[in-house]
């Protein structure tokens, strides 16, 4: 049995208040997967390349798996789950990725539109440029990245109330 | 993929993190935005068995400017540097370096101190320190000293940060306004280290070259200060005789390894061509 002590964490994910003890070496992703059973943030590569674990943390998009959960004590999450509408319908950049066919397997989305809320709130009227190099620490082996560009150019242009131009590819 | 056991600490002053670390001897490391140590830890070749995180002390943080000084606290981050008009107006070479590094994700966590007293060859931040001859506040038991840029770095990893000291500011002097500057990194890929990089800060006065400052990123196991590239440009017009001698200067004093980003060679001959796109675009931008 370990004698490291373990740790008291508060934060809030997804708007709910959450309290637990952990061993101080447990990662951001395992405390969200394995403790709340928040399983929409995935492990991909698990050295920080592949963004497949990317949530919200203080309005800061971060790889949760090179982040200790003690590190996230009193931060305000977000995560997939906690994307749609308060009303449960979907949010724009969810409706986006469906309506322009922005996910193939499906495993990097998660992170990917994670990565987008943030950069949308950041810039909520990237070009095609800033959004390729927004997602450039999130890895799709899928799409080629158009659709996901495009994506987030209709989720951009919803909230901004402007036409959606572009077609899915 | 998990990192060894050890003990968490979240001083709230640098006298309280400092003696931590004084305690703990080689066995604590400071963690600040983690991005270098983490991996290393889940990779289990660090495992400190005290780890003392900087993230709560809000003395390290920020970015001010005094006389013709700027300092940064060790824990602003890289998104931070991106994001600073102070920065952009006095020191534009740092946003231009910062977005080269990682990627967006890393540079929200990312710090200046963490990537400049790590010691890794491969970090941007250390050769362009040189280039800007920053100095580097250490603060251990018995106070705080300043150790140029120049002078830190012993070896890959070895530096003259002692075990119980924490880097807690970068000092850096600011060139003036209108000189002309370049950061150009060659690299496979976003996210990857340099193959070779080359941070140029120069001064023109009627064409010729008043002030020349070279450095190079990851073509050693320490950052390089390619002091006598500078002196040949000095005074030059960056005729091409010159850049090409100075260029040779630079590439003598490489030694990189040959890896997965390419032969000696090749990364010698680099470093070279990165000097001599810096200098064209720093000559540029100083010409308006």
Same mark, same amino acid.
């Given at each position: 049995?370990?004698? #490291?002590?373990?740790?008291?964490?508060?934060?809030?994910?997804?708007?709910?208040?959450?309290?637990?003890?952990?061993?101080?070496?447990? @990662? @951001?992703?395992?405390?969200?997967?394995?403790? @709340?059973?928040?399983?929409?943030?995935? #492990?991909?590569?698990?050295?920080?390349? &592949?963004?497949? &674990?990317?949530?919200?943390?203080?309005?800061?998009?971060?790889?949760? &798996?090179?982040?200790?959960?003690?590190?996230?004590?009193?931060?305000?999450?977000?995560?997939?789950?906690?994307?749609?509408?308060?009303?449960?319908?979907?949010?724009?950049?969810?409706?986006?990725?469906?309506?322009?066919?922005?996910?193939? &397997?499906?495993?990097?989305?998660?992170?990917? #539109?994670?990565?987008?809320?943030?950069?949308?709130?950041?810039?909520?009227?990237?070009?095609?440029?800033?959004?390729?190099?927004?997602?450039?620490?999130?890895?799709?082996?899928?799409?080629?990245?158009?659709?996901?560009?495009?994506? #987030?150019?209709?989720?951009?242009?919803?909230?901004?109330?402007?036409?959606?131009?572009?077609?899915?590819? | 993929?998990?990192?060894?056991?050890?003990?968490?600490?979240?001083?709230?002053?640098?006298?309280?993190?400092?003696?931590?670390?004084?305690?703990?001897?080689?066995?604590?490391?400071?963690?600040?935005?983690?991005?270098?140590?983490?991996?290393?830890?889940?990779?289990?070749?660090?495992?400190?068995?005290?780890?003392?995180? !900087?993230?709560?002390?809000?003395?390290?943080?920020?970015?001010?400017?005094?006389?013709?000084?700027?300092?940064? =606290?060790?824990?602003?981050?890289?998104?931070?540097?991106?994001?600073?008009?102070?920065?952009?107006?006095? !020191?534009?070479?740092?946003?231009?370096?910062?977005?080269?590094?990682?990627?967006?994700?890393?540079?929200?966590?990312?710090?200046? =101190?963490?990537?400049?007293?790590?010691?890794?060859?491969?970090?941007?931040?250390?050769?362009?320190?040189?280039?800007?001859?920053?100095?580097?506040?250490?603060?251990?038991?018995?106070?705080?000293?300043? *150790?140029?840029?120049?002078?830190? +770095?012993?070896?890959?990893?070895?530096?003259?940060?002692?075990?119980?000291?924490?880097?807690?500011? *970068?000092?850096?002097?600011?060139?003036?306004? /209108?000189?002309?500057?370049? +950061?150009?990194?060659?690299?496979?890929?976003? /996210?990857?280290?340099?193959?070779?990089?080359?941070?140029?800060?120069?001064?023109?006065?009627?064409?010729? *070259?008043?002030?020349?400052?070279?450095?190079?990123?990851? *073509?050693?196991?320490?950052?390089?200060?390619?002091?006598?590239?500078?002196?040949?440009?000095?005074?030059?017009?960056?005729?091409?005789?010159?850049?090409?001698?100075?260029?040779?200067?630079?590439?003598?004093?490489?030694?990189?390894?040959?890896?997965?980003?390419?032969?000696?060679? +090749?990364?010698?001959?680099?470093?070279?061509?990165?000097?001599?796109?810096?200098?064209?675009?720093?000559?540029?931008?100083?010409?308006?």
């Amino acid at each position: 049995m370990s004698d #490291i002590e373990q740790i008291p964490v508060s934060l809030t994910v997804n708007g709910k208040k959450v309290q637990r003890f952990v061993e101080p070496r447990t @990662l @951001l992703i395992h405390f969200l997967r394995e403790e @709340l059973d928040l399983t929409g943030p995935h #492990i991909g590569c698990e050295t920080s390349h &592949c963004g497949a &674990c990317t949530v919200d943390m203080n309005g800061m998009s971060v790889k949760s &798996c090179t982040v200790f959960a003690v590190q996230a004590n009193g931060a305000e999450l977000t995560t997939i789950e906690g994307m749609a509408n308060p009303d449960g319908t979907l949010s724009a950049l969810q409706e986006g990725f469906r309506q322009m066919h922005g996910l193939q &397997c499906g495993f990097c989305t998660p992170g990917m #539109i994670t990565r987008a809320h943030t950069l949308l709130k950041e810039n909520p009227n990237p070009t095609e440029d800033e959004i390729r190099m927004g997602i450039s620490g999130n890895l799709c082996r899928c799409t080629g990245y158009q659709n996901i560009v495009k994506a #987030i150019q209709y989720a951009a242009a919803k909230l901004n109330g402007t036409d959606i131009q572009e077609a899915a590819e | 993929m998990i990192p060894g056991e050890f003990t968490y600490h979240r001083p709230s002053s640098v006298a309280e993190a400092v003696a931590i670390l004084a305690s703990h001897g080689d066995e604590a490391r400071p963690l600040s935005g983690g991005h270098s140590l983490i991996p290393m830890m889940k990779l289990r070749m660090a495992a400190p068995e005290h780890l003392v995180d !900087l993230g709560g002390i809000a003395d390290l943080k920020g970015i001010a400017e005094d006389g013709d000084t700027i300092t940064v =606290g060790a824990m602003t981050t890289q998104h931070e540097l991106i994001g600073s008009d102070l920065l952009g107006a006095r !020191l534009p070479i740092i946003r231009e370096t910062s977005l080269l590094i990682a990627d967006p994700q890393i540079r929200y966590l990312g710090t200046l =101190g963490g990537n400049v007293a790590n010691g890794d060859p491969g970090n941007d931040m250390p050769a362009l320190m040189q280039c800007l001859n920053a100095a580097y506040v250490l603060t251990g038991p018995d106070g705080a000293r300043e *150790v140029a840029a120049r002078e830190f +770095y012993e070896a890959a990893y070895f530096t003259a940060l002692a075990p119980d000291e924490i880097l807690t500011a *970068v000092k850096i002097p600011v060139p003036p306004t /209108g000189h002309g500057y370049a +950061y150009e990194k060659l690299k496979r890929k976003v /996210g990857d280290y340099a193959t070779a990089a080359a941070a140029v800060v120069l001064t023109l006065s009627g064409g010729s *070259v008043s002030t020349c400052s070279v450095a190079l990123t990851n *073509v050693a196991d320490t950052p390089l200060y390619a002091e006598e590239a500078g002196s040949i440009l000095t005074g030059s017009t960056l005729d091409a005789d010159t850049v090409k001698r100075a260029v040779a200067a630079a590439e003598a004093i490489t030694d990189p390894a040959s890896d997965g980003r390419g032969p000696a060679e +090749y990364r010698i001959k680099m470093a070279g061509i990165m000097l001599e796109r810096a200098l064209a675009r720093a000559a540029d931008r100083a010409r308006g």
